[in-house]
């Protein structure tokens, strides 16, 4: 059997496999604050991004763009914190928010969450802690120690109550890592510091102590060895026993000499100390005692974080290589696995108890069996109560302690044993059942009350059954407890609780017939029984039937009752209940209306059966409620026509329930049964629901009666919001037959809707006396003409005075014109006019009278309102029109008179006289009207005239547009005739403008030309001569010039240059030289006309510095360098020395550029122009005058001229220059150049540059200069960045001698790094493999090992690689590539060493397999070094499936011992083979973990009988007794069947054996058997087989033996029943009560309390003792 261990190991996740790059995991960019979430900061790309892995969901990591300095997850929710130099921020992820931030002052060394709302903060400094709620800022906790100077710190933790802190550091010092802590008291204030690598605290209750002890744990490796501490801090709690100090040695392996601890957690839950160390070991020690429990390697990197697991109560971490790995305590094993392999059976019990694990069983069983035999019942009583599962605490234990006699003046054990485990908790069944009885004897039930309020029993049915002979109440809360549904409600319902009862039914899911309690509570008190049926059907679904809820009412006639519960349980109005609200209104319409009428009313239902309802409503008298459920028109008919009898109202809004015809019917029915009587609610109905009965429908309805009265209420009440034209008609109708005059005034003057023609039409054959309705109608919709026929025709005149004085005056002309229409005298129609006083339209009279030729009538009323002072336009337009139409001086009055309007007599005008039209748009400014006329005309002069005056820009506008057919005749006239006349300038000039804005530059020439070359007044004018010019320049380019050399005052400049811009150059020349404007003129030669020739004589005649400088310009653009330089030199201006350098440097000119600049520097002092001659002097060659100008005072930037010397390779020239500023660096460089390689190495030294170091070098090497190279070479390789440039510059020119000597000779430097050495392995990997061996000896822990390692993989160097993965600790590469290689890498020694190291168990079985192949001989000697950590299951078949099962015998043989299931049958089966018997029959005696059916079914038919008789053997050891007999019968191994036969305890066995025997007539044998199975063999069977078959002799013995059996039972029974006779005698004599009455039963005060001897109980009932009479083995038994 395979050992367990005491630890479960399980690999969560691989954070490569979900995308975790291996470089970000580490200490510095992983972290892991609780086992929910891992938090990584990686780069891919340039883009910076946290990982947050939530370890419930590994495969689906959340990915942030986060830029981050560190990163650390809530332990609880997904709460972020991160901190980005001095700036702390928390986001929830979430809800996609920030909580906080913070900016510190110091930097954050280290962080951490110490709880779900609290980080701690660690700087150089201090620490501080910082809390999440409200707006709290970091708070300093304390200073941190000096002892913790230097260190990095890796950890911070706090105690549960967060009194104690502890922060903890590592530094490396004296060749070792050694661990500082600093302890800091929250309440005393005070820091210790503590040398300690990890540590941890925990919470741990004590045996006998009441409250919890807070212990320290920390481990430390030292010098001198490993410790692991374990203290109590602060001040034990009151009452409390001090933890004792503990202190152990933490082991190390002799591998592991630089290990050290590196985390620690301690198990709330087993309170087990998990240690983990870098190498990778887990140690486990009990916190109590501080025993090692445990130590293994589990991961082969340093697993660098961990945290609590909360899910085992372990231990979880990450390694390097981004496994997530947790440790835990196997609860099944470790128990049995410190009882068997620590051999530690105290240590065992005391985990066994403390944390309630199997595996201690035996143990304790032993312990409590030693403790009751020695009498100890106290502390048996302890052990029974204290172990595990509750093994022993069974109804046999309770009856040994009952059998137990009581000691005068001691407490009976049963009560020790009851007080111990009240003490320490709930008892079980049995005990509170056994603890109760003698109590509720006692009369003690407060006593059960107050273990019940403790929790201290554990209820039963049983118990409560027990309780409630005594206490029903009490007995219920038992129940309760013990959750047996059907006497809780039992006893609900016993103490009338029934408003519980379905509360609790519901709460345990119980389902009691409630009809039957109902029944039985209506019978006491119907109003509970109320309450009780409205629960059943308080719910959505009812507990109970509710009919049969209804039929218990009615039995009891309680119909008050049944209604108050039906309206409660029907509320929902559900479809399926209408059997119901049918029952609960017939019942209340048979024997209570007013209440099925409230029903009713409040309409609660609406699934009753309608049609019973309403005949039963009829019945009682609820006409109301019956024509709500009628649905038959007769039925309705018969019922509503008694309107005396119903409310109007609701009758009203009843017919809004019928459909269409029906309510039509219904009040047909009404007007028909009492038109009188039901006229005013038919009207009422008709005006609510005439919208759905249509209007027409209603109408024909009352007229079909002849009721105009009710025609006219039912319109009216509508008629003011209806659109129908009929309703508005007939309504008017209906009030002139009822005589409502005014009514239809109102409704003509104020509806819009009514067809007037038709209303017309009705009143005129009305005949009305009042014709007013008529005037209305016709007033409104212009029927005045008709009207004013009508009226005269039927001689009602007075109507019309009446309509144009009172009415309407408005209609006045209307109305004038009708009269003239029927030839009315005109002096009727004049005194008309004159009597109306109201307001009317003149013009629309005018109009009318105009249209009929008839304007002579109006003039005497017209000229006497102008008398009288009228300013009416409509007036003298009218006077205008009459005075135009009888020629009376009409041109006077249109200049005189200022009211008319000139638009209206203008348009009269145009027709009869266009110059009088002209005079009336003139007098109104009718601008377009008169142009108009203008132009049909041919009136251009005046409309000339009229433009000039008018000055109006648009007007100009719109007649000079192009498509104007008559704009030349217009323009003709403006120059000859209206410009000509006008003397005021702004004429001039807006009409110049609108020429211009015309775009008519031919016509403005011609204009201007008028105006100033003619001599009138504005010859002079500037701005016409600009704008002659400018004209000109556009429309005829050659009048310019004319006009430059005619006119005079003009502005030059700015006509130059528009004539410039519009390439008029010679023009512009000649303006600039006629105002002595030189420079422009010059600028207009070169820019423009580009004759340089000209320009220069132009410059010669001026001689003007500015104008030579335009020149030399010009010339320098033109590439004419020696020109240009003269110019300037001319000009005596350096301004332009920029130019100059830069085009003399393009085109080679140095010497005319060293005149130019020698000038220049006469007359500026620049940096720029010293620099630029200095290099001139250097290009030029005149080093001596080079020499001689940088010795003396300058602004040159010598160097920088040097640098361009140096790149130009005028290197005589650099060298002086760099000599001069001391530039060593670019001196060694140029030396270089100049072949002078030992000056420049001497200037590189004085440079000390790396970089001239190194340019020096190349040069060097470049020139096959290797000493001065590896000169220059040992000052580069010193710099790590250095290294691999000039290593790549070496190899690329194949100098691999010369830098290998170079790497060699750095060897020594005392500043040499890991990279020479890198490099320098690399090489010798590449170019000297002999050597890289040596090397790598020597200085293998100052080389990069990853490094070398792939240099060595591409060079083959096998040896080398698995040497540098030994070092590297990567011990599973190491043995792969041995393997792989065997011939080269692989060292007998060196495997086996390595193979037990490495982490991946893969590699075990890869190694057997490669010694199968490779080293078949050694197999086993790797086999046993790899015992420990081996999966011998695995193993076995591995080598079962490649045959080689006999080469690995003695392994298999050396692991026998583990009783592993494959490794006992693999032996089992070459024993077999090998038909070694003795062998097997060992091997399966020692170890029975085989298959034992499987093994002796293939030995059944085994050749070799020892084989057969061992698979016999077999079948006997697994009680397959007749198997194992039947196979020794047929062998003949009689002594071996009557064994087995014996064993099997059958008797048919026994029986079979002896009948076989007899067959075979084997009496000895039978003899023999007789003897062997006395016990099994039934006498009368045996008699009668020997006396069948006649060997008496050979039964005779055994039926002696039988007989005296016989007889001393017989014997031995009769003694005791004389013995029980006398006892029982003896007992009835003395019998005393079971508990006295003066004694008090202290159960709770524990086995410590006395308790007198009286008090004292035996059993009920004790066992008696066996009976001793006849043996088992007796006949018939």
Same mark, same amino acid.
């Given at each position: 059997?395979s050992?367990?261990?005491p ?7 691989q ?7 291996a ?11 609780s ?11 340039e883009?910076?991004?946290v990982?947050?892995?939530?370890l419930s ?7 942030r763009?986060?830029t981050?300095?560190s990163?650390?997850?809530?332990p609880?929710s997904?709460?972020?914190a991160l901190k ?15 909580m ?10 280290? $962080?951490? $969450?110490?709880s779900?709302?609290t ?18 800022q970091?708070v300093?906790i ?14 911070y933790?706090t ?18 890592v050694?661990g500082a802590?600093?302890l ?15 540590a941890?605290?925990g ?10 002890s807070t212990?320290?744990s920390?481990?430390v490796?030292?010098?001198? =060895?490993?410790?692991?501490?374990i ?7 009151t ?6 100090k503990?202190?152990v ?5 002799p591998?592991?000499?630089n ?17 983990v ?6 140690h486990?020690?009990d ?6 429990i445990?130590m293994?390697?589990?991961?082969g ?32 094993a470790?128990?049995?696995y410190?009882?068997n392999?620590?051999?530690n059976p105290d ?11 199997a595996?201690a069983e ?7 069996n ?8 106290s502390?048996a009583?302890?052990?029974a ?5 509750g093994?022993?605490?069974t109804?046999q ?8 006699a ?27 059942l056994?603890?109760c ?7 003690r039930?407060?006593l059960?009350?107050? $273990? ?7 209820c ?13 109440? &009490? ?16 006893c ?7 408003n ?14 409630y009809v ?17 049926a409205q629960?059943?059907v308080?719910?959505e679904?009812?507990l109970a ?16 009752q049944c209604?108050s519960?039906?309206?409660d ?31 009713l =009313? ?6 009753y ?5 309403a ?6 008298g609820? &006409?109301?409620?019956?024509?709500e ?5 007769y ?13 109007p ?9 019928l ?7 219904c009040?047909k029915?009404m ?12 009207v009422?109905?008709a005006t609510?629901y ?8 209603l109408?024909?309805l009352?007229?079909s009666f ?26 008017i109708q ?6 409502q ?8 003057r ?10 017309k ?6 005949k ?5 309705p008529l ?21 009602l005149?007075?109507?019309i ?6 009415v309407?005056p ?10 003239l ?6 002096d009727?129609?004049?005194q ?14 005018v ?6 030729n ?22 003298h ?9 009888m020629n ?22 145009e027709?009869?006289?266009?110059h009088?039209?002209c005079?009336?748009?003139e ?5 377009l009207?008169?142009i ?21 820009p ?7 547009m192009e ?8 323009i ?16 001039i000039?807006i ?9 008519l ?7 201007l ?7 009138s007044a504005?010859s ?10 400018l004209?000109?320049?556009k ?5 310019v010039?004319?006009y ?11 006509i ?5 811009s ?7 020349f ?22 340089l020739?000209?320009a ?6 001026c ?5 030579w400088?335009?020149?030399?310009g010009a ?17 005596d201006?350096?301004?332009a020395?920029l130019?100059?350098?830069?085009v ?24 720029f122009?010293e620099?630029?001659?200095?290099y001139?002097?250097a290009k030029?060659?005149?080093l ?5 100008f ?12 040097g ?24 001196l060694?460089?140029t ?22 170091w190194?340019?020096?070098c ?6 096959a200069e ?6 220059? =070479? ?6 790590a960045?250095?290294?691999e440039?000039?290593?790549d510059?070496?190899q ?14 750095a ?44 240099a060595?993989e591409?060079?083959?160097l096998?040896a ?7 070092k ?7 043995? &792969?590539?041995?393997?792989a290689?065997?011939?080269?890498a ?9 193979i ?5 168990i893969?590699?075990?079985y890869?190694?057997?397999?490669f ?28 080598f ?20 592993n ?5 693999a032996?089992n ?10 062998g ?29 008789r ?24 009689f002594?071996d ?6 064993e ?8 079979a054996l002896i ?24 006498p ?6 020997a ?25 031995k029974?009769?003694e ?15 019998a ?21 001897a ?6 009920p ?10 043996n ?6």
């Amino acid at each position: 059997m395979s050992q367990q261990f005491p630890i479960r190991f399980q690999e969560h996740v691989q954070l490569t496999n979900v995308g975790i790059n291996a470089a970000n995991i580490g200490f510095s960019t992983l972290t892991m604050e609780s086992d929910k979430y891992i938090c990584i900061r990686e780069k891919v790309g340039e883009t910076a991004q946290v990982v947050i892995i939530e370890l419930s969901d590994a495969n689906n990591p959340i990915r942030r763009p986060i830029t981050a300095d560190s990163a650390i997850m809530n332990p609880a929710s997904k709460v972020i914190a991160l901190k980005a130099g001095k700036l702390l921020q928390i986001f929830n992820i979430e809800m996609k928010s920030k909580m906080k931030a913070h900016q510190m002052v110091e930097d954050v060394q280290f $962080w951490k $969450w110490i709880s779900v709302n609290t980080v701690a903060l660690v700087t150089d400094n201090a620490v501080y802690h910082w809390a999440m709620d409200g707006d709290s800022q970091p708070v300093k906790i304390f200073d941190r120690h000096t002892s913790l100077a230097g260190c990095q710190v890796i950890n911070y933790r706090t105690d549960k109550k967060q009194q104690w802190l502890l922060l903890i550091g590592i530094s490396a010092q004296q060749n070792r890592v050694q661990g500082a802590m600093q302890l800091y008291s929250v309440e005393r204030k005070v820091s210790q510091p503590i040398e300690g690598h990890a540590a941890a605290f925990g919470q741990f209750k004590m045996p006998g102590n009441a409250q919890e002890s807070t212990l320290f744990s920390f481990a430390v490796r030292g010098a001198a =060895g490993g410790k692991l501490h374990i203290i109590e801090v602060g001040t034990p709690p009151t009452g409390n026993t001090p933890f004792t100090k503990k202190a152990v040695d933490v082991f190390f392996p002799p591998e592991a000499q630089n290990d050290f601890p590196v985390a620690m957690q301690i198990s709330p839950k087993h309170d087990v100390i998990f240690l983990v160390t870098k190498y990778g070991y887990i140690h486990l020690y009990d916190l109590e005692s501080g025993t090692c429990i445990y130590m293994n390697r589990i991961s082969g990197e340093t697993i660098f974080v961990t945290a609590p697991h909360e899910a085992t109560s372990g231990i979880i971490g990450v390694n390097r290589k981004g496994q997530v790995l947790s440790v835990s305590v196997d609860e099944e094993a470790i128990v049995p696995y410190i009882t068997n392999v620590l051999q530690n059976p105290d240590l065992a019990l005391n985990i066994a108890v403390r944390n309630n694990l199997a595996g201690a069983e035996e143990l304790f069983v032993r312990k409590f069996n030693t403790l009751f035999s020695q009498g100890s019942y106290s502390e048996a009583a302890k052990v029974a109560a204290s172990a595990p599962k509750g093994i022993l605490r069974t109804p046999q234990t309770i009856q040994k302690f009952q059998q137990v006699a009581t000691q005068p003046g001691q407490t009976s054990p049963q009560l020790q044993y009851f007080g111990i485990l009240l003490d320490q908790g709930q008892l079980n069944k049995y005990e509170s059942l056994e603890l109760c009885r003698p109590v509720l004897v006692q009369g003690r039930k407060q006593l059960i009350e107050k $273990w019940l309020k403790e929790d201290k029993l554990e209820c039963s049915e049983e118990l409560g059954d027990l309780v409630k002979r005594a206490d029903p109440t &009490l007995a219920l809360s038992v129940y309760l407890r013990a959750n047996v549904p059907n006497k809780v409600i039992q006893c609900f319902a016993e103490t009338g609780q029934f408003n519980k009862i379905i509360l609790y039914a519901k709460k345990v899911g119980f389902t009691p017939d409630y009809v039957f309690l109902l029944r039985s509570v209506m019978r006491t008190n119907p109003d509970t029984g109320l309450q009780f049926a409205q629960m059943l059907v308080a719910d959505e679904e009812p507990l109970a039937d509710i009919n049969q809820i209804v039929d218990v009412f009615m039995e009891s006639n309680l119909i008050q009752q049944c209604t108050s519960f039906l309206l409660d349980a029907l509320k929902n109005n559900r479809p399926s209940e209408a059997g119901l609200q049918t029952r609960l209104l017939e019942m209340n319409l048979m024997s209570a209306p007013q209440v099925a009428d409230a029903i009713l =009313g409040n309409q609660m239902f609406t699934h009753y059966d309608r049609a019973h309802v309403a005949q039963l409503c009829e019945k009682a008298g609820l &006409l109301q409620r019956a024509l709500e459920h009628f649905t038959d028109l007769y039925d309705i008919k018969r019922a509503v026509v008694h309107t005396h009898l119903l409310n109007p109202e609701w009758l009203v809004n009843y017919f809004g329930s019928l459909s269409v015809e029906d309510s039509l019917e219904c009040l047909k029915a009404m007007l028909t049964a009492n038109i009188r009587q039901n006229l005013q609610i038919s009207v009422q109905v008709a005006t609510k629901y005439h919208e759905q009965l249509t209007t027409q429908s209603l109408i024909d309805l009352f007229e079909s009666f002849k009721s105009f009265e009710g025609l006219f209420y039912f319109l009216g009440s509508i008629v003011n919001f209806s659109q129908d034209p009929e309703v508005h008609f007939k309504y008017i109708q209906a009030a002139c037959k009822t005589g409502q005059i005014k009514e239809v005034e109102r409704i003509c003057r104020e509806s819009n809707c009514y067809d007037p023609e038709r209303v017309k039409n009705f009143l005129k054959e009305a005949k009305l006396a009042d014709q007013l309705p008529l005037i209305i109608v016709c007033d409104r919709f212009d029927f005045v003409h008709d009207l004013v026929l009508y009226l005269y025709r039927n001689n009602l005149q007075k109507y019309i005075e009446i309509y144009v004085q009172k009415v309407n005056p408005s209609r006045l002309p209307v109305v004038v014109g009708g009269l003239l229409d029927v030839d009315c005298s005109e002096d009727t129609i004049k005194q008309l006019i004159l009597a109306v006083k109201g307001q009317f339209s003149i013009d629309e009279l005018v109009e009318e009278v105009e249209k009929r030729n008839r304007m002579k009538l109006l003039l005497p009323w017209l000229e006497s309102k102008v008398h009288a002072g009228s300013t009416e336009v409509p007036t003298h337009n009218a006077l205008a029109k009459i005075y135009i139409d009888m020629n009376n001086n009409p041109e006077r009055f249109l200049r005189e008179n200022a009211f008319y309007d000139s638009a209206t007599v203008g348009k009269y005008c145009e027709k009869r006289d266009p110059h009088l039209a002209c005079v009336a748009y003139e007098r109104g400014h009718c601008d377009l009207e008169l142009i108009k006329v203008c132009n049909e005309n041919s009136l251009f002069k005046s409309e000339a005239r009229y433009l000039v005056k008018r000055r109006d820009p648009e007007l100009w506008a719109s007649v000079l547009m192009e498509d104007n057919p008559y704009r030349r005749q217009l323009i003709d006239q403006v120059v000859q005739t209206a410009l000509s006349e006008t003397q005021d300038p702004e004429d001039i000039s807006i009409t110049v403008k609108a020429f211009m804005t015309a775009d008519l530059p031919n016509e403005l020439i011609e204009l201007l030309e008028k105006i100033v070359l003619d001599n009138s007044a504005f010859s002079e004018h500037r701005n016409l001569q600009n704008l002659l010019i400018l004209t000109a320049i556009k429309a005829d380019r050659s009048r310019v010039m004319e006009y430059i050399n005619r006119l005079d005052n003009y502005d030059a400049p700015d006509i130059a240059n528009i004539a410039i811009s519009s390439e008029l150059y010679e023009e512009a020349f000649a303006i600039y030289r006629k105002f002595d404007v030189n420079a422009s003129a010059c600028q207009v030669l070169i820019e423009h006309i580009g004759n340089l020739d000209r320009a220069y004589e132009f410059a010669e005649r001026c001689n003007e510095p500015a104008v030579w400088s335009q020149l030399a310009g010009a010339q320098l653009q033109n590439d004419l360098v020696k020109e240009a330089v003269d110019a300037y030199i001319k000009a005596d201006d350096p301004s332009a020395f920029l130019e100059v350098v830069s085009v003399a440097k393009k085109h080679d000119n140095w010497e005319d550029l060293v005149r130019y600049l020698q000038m220049a520097r006469k007359k500026a002092r620049e940096s720029f122009i010293e620099t630029e001659l200095v290099y001139a002097y250097a290009k030029t060659n005149r080093l001596a005058d080079l020499e001689e100008f940088i010795s003396g005072p300058n602004h040159a930037q010598i160097q920088q001229v040097g640098d361009r010397c140096y790149d130009d390779k005028m290197y005589d020239a650099a060298k002086l220059l760099y000599n001069n500023v001391s530039n060593f660096a670019r001196l060694a460089i140029t030396l270089v150049q100049l072949g002078q390689y030992q000056g420049a190495v001497d200037s590189a030294r004085k440079a000390n540059s790396t970089r001239t170091w190194k340019e020096v070098c190349f040069a060097c090497v470049g020139h096959a200069e290797f000493r001065l190279a590896q000169m220059c =070479g040992l000052h580069i390789v010193v710099h790590a960045d250095e290294l691999e440039e000039l290593d790549d510059f070496y190899q690329e020119r194949g100098y691999f001698e010369e830098l290998i000597q170079l790497l060699e000779a750095a060897l020594g430097l005392e500043r040499a790094h890991m990279g020479m050495f890198t490099e320098l392995s690399i090489l010798y990997s590449k170019y000297k493999p002999q050597k890289m061996k040596e090397h790598l000896e020597l200085f293998w822990s100052r080389v990069n090992i990853p490094k070398v390692l792939r240099a060595a993989e591409q060079a083959h160097l096998w040896a080398e690689l698995v040497f540098l993965y030994d070092k590297y600790e990567e011990f599973d590469n190491a043995c &792969l590539t041995m393997m792989a290689h065997p011939t080269d890498a692989w060292r007998e020694s060196h495997f086996k060493d390595i193979i037990t190291k490495v982490a991946n168990i893969e590699l075990y079985y890869k190694a057997l397999s490669f010694y199968a192949d490779y080293k078949p001989m050694l197999l086993n000697d790797l086999l046993l070094s790899l015992t420990p950590r081996l999966d011998h299951t695995r193993t076995v078949a591995y080598f079962k499936k490649m045959n080689h099962l006999p080469v690995v015998k003695p392994y298999l043989r050396s692991v026998q011992s583990l009783n592993n299931k494959s490794i006992n049958e693999a032996l089992n089966g070459m024993l077999i083979q090998e038909e070694d018997y003795n062998g097997l029959r060992t091997s399966i005696n020692a170890f029975d973990n085989f298959d034992n059916i499987a093994l002796a079914q293939s030995l059944e038919k085994h050749e070799l009988i020892e084989f057969r008789r061992i698979s016999a053997y077999l079948y006997k050891g697994n009680n397959r007794w007749k198997l194992a007999v039947e196979l020794c019968k047929k062998d003949r191994l009689f002594k071996d069947a009557m064994e087995y036969a014996a064993e099997s305890r059958d008797v048919d066995i026994a029986e079979a054996l002896i009948a076989w025997f007899l067959e075979e007539r084997n009496y000895e044998c039978f003899a023999a058997c007789l003897f062997q199975c006395y016990d099994l063999l039934r006498p009368d069977i045996i008699l009668e087989l020997a006396w069948k078959n006649k060997i008496m002799d050979f039964a005779m013995p055994y039926m002696i033996q039988v007989m005296r059996e016989y007889i001393s039972k017989v014997d031995k029974l009769q003694e005791a029943e004389a013995v029980r006779s006398h006892e029982e005698t003896t007992s009835q004599e003395q019998a005393q009560p079971l508990v006295l009455d003066q004694g008090v039963l202290m159960l709770t005060a524990g086995p410590a309390m006395g308790m007198p001897a009286s008090s004292t109980y035996s059993a009920p009932y004790a066992p008696q003792a066996p009976y001793s009479g006849y043996n088992a083995g007796g006949y018939g038994m």
